[in-house]
């Protein structure tokens, strides 16, 4: 298979042309070629995508994870004839309280402009939209990911690495809602092996990329099992000052109930049976681990020691 990955040089795009280089296909990574490197077999076709096109072979699929939509609709219409793997987000559904997934949950209205996330954060679900509809209107035929929270080696976010990292460390750890809430965190490596599954299958359809639901406290015991956990509930978080989900003065991973009951609870089983596979939230915990360690900037995102322990002693002298 002749393989054009728009990206190539960071986490799942990465990950994706090594996948594809694993098991024999020729793979052509688009980009700048600014962020980092591809992998080593891939060739590297410099690519602004705010310009127009260099010119292009043809290619049997295409895996593009853009979310703007100008850039997409310029790809599209220089390869229009392969096979199409979008990888969209889970963002792009306007209800995040209740589970579900493609032809369950109502869509944003698309936001076909390019705009700057910096400043106008809810607009990365729109623009995802607008970039759905711009692949799935000019390409021969294409599949339609919506990846979860992605998590493993290479992450450059640091969600889900403050976890490992923080337990390895031992001692009493603050643990953040209920144990019992549901959470879904997908390994890089597992996605990737799925999209470029769908790329050779030549896939339709549109499909939620997500782990299976999981209580927290699991995949926190996934983690480390003897982890010394106090769960502090979320009404006393948020009393306290401390942020959902992800930044420095965060608990990754934990979101305010019921407001997004959904957004942790996408429905997987489509994508298990259109071929994805997953591996133990264990395995992706000691390789992060591992990558966190031997890098010297990994990323990790999350409340410091010192609010730790003030929270734990504030909830303590609380009961």
């Known amino acids: 298979m002749r393989l054009l990955v728009l990206g190539g040089t960071v986490f799942l795009s990465r990950e994706v042309a090594a996948e594809a280089l694993r098991r024999g296909h020729q793979v052509t990574c688009a980009c700048r070629g600014t962020s980092g490197q591809v992998p080593d077999g891939a ?53 995040e309280s209740v589970p579900g997934g493609p032809g369950t949950l109502p869509l944003h209205e698309p936001l076909h402009d390019d705009v700057d996330l910096a400043s106008r954060p809810d607009a990365y679900g729109p623009m995802k939209v607008a970039c759905e509809e711009a692949v799935r209107a000019g390409v021969a035929s294409a599949a339609v990911v919506r990846p979860g929270l992605i998590v493993g080696p290479g992450d450059p976010s640091g969600r889900f690495t403050y976890w490992p990292a923080r337990l390895a460390e031992g001692g009493e750890v603050l643990a953040p809602g209920s144990e019992s809430d549901v959470v879904q965190v997908i390994d890089v490596r597992d996605l990737a092996a799925w999209i470029v599954t769908l790329a050779e299958h030549r896939t339709v359809g549109d499909f939620d990329g997500v782990g299976r639901p999981t209580p927290i406290g699991e995949v926190l015991r996934g983690c480390d099992p003897d982890a010394d956990l106090t769960w502090l509930d979320q009404d006393f978080l948020a009393a306290q000052g401390v942020e959902p989900w992800m930044g420095p003065e965060s608990v990754p991973l934990w979101l305010p109930r019921p407001q997004y009951d959904g957004m942790m609870e996408h429905h997987v089983e489509p994508a298990l049976a259109a071929g994805l596979t997953l591996r133990p939230v264990s395995d992706t915990a000691a390789a992060t681990l591992a990558w966190a360690r031997s890098t010297s900037d990994a990323a990790t995102t999350g409340i410091g020691r010192d609010r730790e322990r003030a929270l734990l002693a504030a909830w303590h002298a609380r009961a």
């Open 43 to 95: 060739t590297l076709l410099r690519w602004d995508r705010s310009e127009e096109p260099p010119p292009l072979e043809a290619y049997d699929a295409v895996v593009d994870v853009s979310r703007t939509p100008s850039h997409v609709r310029r790809a599209v219409a220089a390869v229009p004839d392969a096979h199409w793997v979008f990888v969209s987000t889970v963002n792009v559904y306007a209800d």
